[in-house]
């Protein structure tokens, strides 16, 4: 069955056990539960129906049974969108009819009688367009009498009001899902407006595949954690540090590794947290804790030589510049350039939290022990790499954490907590950088995977208070791996740009509470100090990242065909025009796209169908395009669905399109059309 919706035409199938009624006076729940011709399932209010259900052998008897029963007045099918099972169509008794300018309010009475439809209210914001009642009388549904409807010359566009179930964004269904604010939050307490990175939009497209590899280069990882459990969660462990394969952290040390690799990947497994991509895998490489050439070396070939998509790297050198050496520079080029067959890993570093520059000069003064003191060249070699996504901190209120290095080689922020900057010197230990803040940090911090039992960060298998550019660069890591597991053709470039190109401009006016400076606003090139191109959207980034999926495919293995002999469409001619492009290379259609030019006096006559060489014929336009005089579009399967039928056609033939125009008076002609088809 065809459903008229928005200009296009949805095919609809009957559902196996499903059907509503709309009872002629109120039943209570438990009336209903009593109902013995189907099982009550649920009320739709606004539309008075109740869904019941049935074994469906029993589906046909149970609705005459239910049309016989005095307190049913109305009951109906349900349906399903075809190629979508798990989506149910209800119908509603309403109709809604676009009409002609031309035609009179007599007319209209008439063709409404003819239908048993009463007029309800007009349409604000559309002209001689109305809602319908459907009748007790009516004989049809209203699907089908909207079909009909559409065959009339007086109607522009007739649409049933038709029930879905909202439906919201994936939602996993781990225990503490719901405190992973950076993840997806509606607002609360120090929580700013989309201070999250819209995950749950990326998770309807993908929650990652396990041939996405993320490298954790950290301190250790407690592999024992139930967050890092399932079937070819955890590939090639490395310890560079003990020179074996069980990065382990020891009895009484805390585990920086563990909380990052949980933020990006931890797995969905319905209790703790949930990583960005829970379904990818996790390469944890434990560092020698020494930031020679060798060690990098180390951990990037074995990255490299493993698998790794995606290298995560929430550590920096313990020095105020520290620019990287020959080497150093060519592993993570190498890296970059040549991991995953070629197109590159894509490697992600922490901007670190000193609130400086990652390069730049700052007057320094008032530091302990004048360990820092005067005109300071920073200098963070990693996260200026030319190959490296530099990551920044904002806050869950959209600030700018307090702690996070910027510069002009930030590439984007992701959330994370609030702190006053600090940075470890060897000499004096953990020290607070200075002027010290005096006003209060506001912002919460990151939830994440924690060492099992009193050891860690906290004395469970969590830590609440994880943060820094440590626990935002994981989370960027884990948005590359979804990005990649759309759109596993990409090169590490290429991901680095869709992240940038779709992050959210977050702005801060508010000036750094440590150094007065402000650099929370963009340049004309859309790039700020502080947050570089923006805050990562990771629904944005996977749908962009399957969208050049598309776009890509449509290059190679593509058959391509044009006819720019314009035709006259002949006037109220039931019989059409057709127009045919020749295809000689015999395969399987794939994909396919049909692009037309037609300029009419009234296009809202005209019907316009494809035919494949086997005579298959599809409607890729019904009459509802109205008072307007240019067509110049494309269809294709994501936009016309019903094109899904031509799948596995054989490619060989004439493929034709046919106009046909409905209506007297009005004429046009079609100037050209082209065919794209992939294989």
């Known amino acids: 069955m065809v459903l008229q919706r928005g200009g296009e035409e949805l095919m609809l199938e009957k559902t196996a056990n499903r059907f509503t009624i709309r009872p002629s006076r109120q039943l209570s729940s438990a009336q ?38 005095g307190r049913v007045a109305f009951a109906s099918h349900a349906y399903q ?34 239908h048993n439809l009463t007029q309800q209210q007009p349409v604000l914001g559309l002209t001689n367009t109305f809602v319908f009642l459907v009748t007790k009388q009516a004989i049809e549904n209203p699907i089908k009498i909207t079909n009909q409807l559409q065959r009339l010359p007086e109607v522009l566009a007739a649409e049933p009001n038709i029930l879905i179930q909202q439906e919201p964004h994936y939602k996993p269904s781990d225990s503490l899902y719901t405190q992973q604010w950076y993840l997806n939050n509606n607002g609360g307490h120090q929580l700013g407006v989309s201070s999250h990175i819209s995950v749950e939009g990326a998770w309807d497209i993908t929650r990652g595949v396990r041939s996405v590899v993320v490298a954790v280069v950290d301190d250790s990882f407690d592999l024992n954690h139930p967050d890092f459990q399932g079937n070819g969660k955890v590939v090639a462990p490395r310890d560079l540090k003990e020179n074996d394969f069980l990065p382990l952290p020891k009895e009484k040390e805390s585990s920086h590794g563990t909380a990052c690799a949980g933020l990006a990947v931890a797995e969905e497994n319905g209790q703790g947290i949930v ?99 005067g005109n300071t060249t920073w200098l963070n070699g990693f996260a200026v790499h030319p190959d490296v996504i530099a990551v920044a901190a904002s806050t869950s209120l959209n600030k700018k954490a307090a702690y996070s290095n910027w510069g002009e080689n930030i590439s984007v922020c992701a959330p994370s907590n609030n702190a006053s900057p600090a940075m470890w010197f060897q000499e004096v230990g953990f020290v607070q950088s200075q002027p010290a803040i005096a006003s209060r940090l506001y912002g919460l911090g990151m939830l994440t995977t924690d060492q099992i039992g009193a050891a860690g960060y906290h004395p469970g298998n969590f830590t609440n208070n994880f943060g820094g550019t440590s626990s935002a660069t994981p989370i960027v890591a884990g948005v590359a791996a979804l990005v990649l597991s759309a759109n596993p053709n990409l090169t590490a470039k290429q991901v680095k740009r869709i992240l940038e190109e779709t992050a959210d401009k977050i702005v801060d006016y508010d000036p750094d509470p440590q150094l007065g400076m402000r650099g929370g606003t963009y340049n004309q090139n859309g790039h700020s100090i502080w947050f570089g191109y923006g805050k990562v959207n990771a629904a944005k980034a996977v749908q962009a990242g399957r969208n050049l999926q598309t776009a890509n495919a449509s290059i190679s293995n593509q058959i391509q065909g044009q006819n720019d002999n314009a035709l006259a469409i002949p006037d109220y001619n039931l019989q059409g025009v057709k127009s045919a492009i020749a295809i000689n290379e015999t395969v399987s259609v794939a994909d396919i796209q049909v692009s037309v030019n037609i300029t009419h ?71 050209r059309w082209s065919l794209v088809i992939n294989y």
């Open 601 to 671: 006096d009234f296009l809202g006559d005209l019907e316009i169908y494809l035919i494949a060489p086997n005579n298959q014929q599809v409607l890729l336009q019904n009459r509802t395009l109205g008072r307007r005089t240019k067509l110049q579009t494309t269809y294709t399967m994501r936009s016309h669905p019903v094109l899904k039928q031509l799948l596995s056609v054989s490619t060989r033939g004439r493929w034709q399109l046919k106009i046909i125009d409905y209506s007297p008076q009005d004429i046009g002609k079609l100037n």
């Open 81 to 114: 969108l075809q190629n979508h099972p798990s989506t149910f169509v209800y119908l509603g008794d309403e109709i809604t009819i676009q009409f002609a300018t031309w035609v009179d309010g007599n007319k209209i009475n008439a063709i409404a009688s003819m």
């Open 275 to 373: 990583g960005v991509a829970p379904g990818c895998a996790l390469m944890p490489i434990r560092t020698t804790g020494f930031l020679d050439d060798k060690s990098i070396e180390l951990i990037f070939d074995w990255a490299i030589a493993k698998g790794a998509s995606v290298i995560s790297c929430s550590w920096s050198a313990s020095s105020v510049k520290f620019p990287l050496s020959l080497r150093q520079n060519a592993a993570i080029t190498r890296a970059a350039t040549q991991g995953r067959n070629g197109k590159g890993c894509v490697i992600v570093f922490a901007a670190g939290n000193a609130n400086r520059p990652v390069n730049g000069v700052v007057n320094e003064q008032n530091w302990p022990k004048n360990i820092v003191n």
């Open 32 to 69: 209903l539960s009593q109902i013995t011709w189907g099982v009550w399932r649920q009320t739709v209010p606004q539309a008075q129906l109740e869904i019941f259900t049935t074994a469906p052998a029993q589906l046909e008897m149970a609705m005459e049974q239910a049309r016989a029963d």
